[in-house]
Every structure is written in structure tokens, then in C-alpha cells.
């Protein structure tokens, strides 16, 4: 399974900005997909997922209210909707695929599929 990126940039406060990833590859449509994110001198961490066999979407604490994770199964897409961006978003954000379980959704050791990451830097 390949993953794609893309949809970072460079904005101001209080924007807004879309990320797309898209899944590729025979099984790509077997996964769950999901965001994190890295700040600088960060770990990684979780930011929002929507497992495969349906149920909501999960999100981090820090994000929900902000950010709308939604998903195309039939282009094997998601896209995460961030609103209301604040400096603290500011990071290196990866998707990622695997076949999760309501318990390994916010845990990046359940993903075995990583896209290279795409830039959001946040100005305040």
C-alpha cells in the first residue's frame, strides 16, 4: 500500500487548510486510515481516524471541535478538514493505514503503512 500526501502549506492564524491522502496499491481498500502529526521536538501523535469497517470517526482531544476527518472508500481517500488553526498545529503531518481495532486506533504501532508527510506551519 502507497500513501499520498498532500495539502500542507504555510497560513495564518485562525485559517483553515485541507489535507488529502490517497491510498493506492491491491489491499489499499482493506485498511483503516488515519492522521498524525509531529511538532517540532515532538513525538508523534495521534490526530484523527476513521477505521475501515465503519463506526465514527476518532479524533484526538486537542483537535475535536476543529478538525473533520472524512473518507471516500470508494477512492480509498480521506481528507482531514482543519479549521481554527492555531501555532500549536505547526507540524509534519503523516497519513498512515492499518488494519485497526477500536482499541490500536490511536496508536501508531496498529498502522503499517506510512505516507511521506506533508507541512503545516501556522504563523501566529
Do not use: H
Given at each position: 500500500v502507497q500513501l499520498q500526501a498532500s495539502g500542507g502549506g504555510l497560513v495564518q492564524a485562525g485559517?483553515?487548510?485541507r489535507l488529502?491522502?490517497?491510498a493506492s496499491g491491491q489491499t489499499a481498500g482493506d485498511y483503516s486510515m488515519g492522521w498524525f502529526r509531529q511538532g517540532p521536538g515532538k513525538e508523534r501523535e495521534f490526530?484523527?481516524?476513521?477505521?475501515?469497517m465503519g463506526g465514527n470517526p476518532v479524533y484526538a482531544d486537542?483537535?475535536?471541535?476543529r478538525f473533520t476527518i472524512s473518507r471516500d472508500i470508494s477512492r480509498n481517500t480521506i481528507r482531514l478538514?482543519?479549521?481554527?488553526l492555531g501555532?500549536?498545529?505547526t507540524a509534519v503531518y503523516y497519513c498512515a493505514a492499518g488494519r485497526v481495532i477500536a482499541s490500536t486506533t490511536t496508536s501508531q504501532s496498529a498502522y503499517n503503512y506510512w505516507g511521506q508527510g506533508t507541512q503545516v506551519t501556522v504563523s501566529s
Amino acid at each position: 500500500v502507497q500513501l499520498q500526501a498532500s495539502g500542507g502549506g504555510l497560513v495564518q492564524a485562525g485559517s483553515s487548510l485541507r489535507l488529502t491522502c490517497s491510498a493506492s496499491g491491491q489491499t489499499a481498500g482493506d485498511y483503516s486510515m488515519g492522521w498524525f502529526r509531529q511538532g517540532p521536538g515532538k513525538e508523534r501523535e495521534f490526530v484523527a481516524a476513521w477505521r475501515r469497517m465503519g463506526g465514527n470517526p476518532v479524533y484526538a482531544d486537542i483537535v475535536k471541535g476543529r478538525f473533520t476527518i472524512s473518507r471516500d472508500i470508494s477512492r480509498n481517500t480521506i481528507r482531514l478538514q482543519m479549521n481554527s488553526l492555531g501555532p500549536e498545529d505547526t507540524a509534519v503531518y503523516y497519513c498512515a493505514a492499518g488494519r485497526v481495532i477500536a482499541s490500536t486506533t490511536t496508536s501508531q504501532s496498529a498502522y503499517n503503512y506510512w505516507g511521506q508527510g506533508t507541512q503545516v506551519t501556522v504563523s501566529s
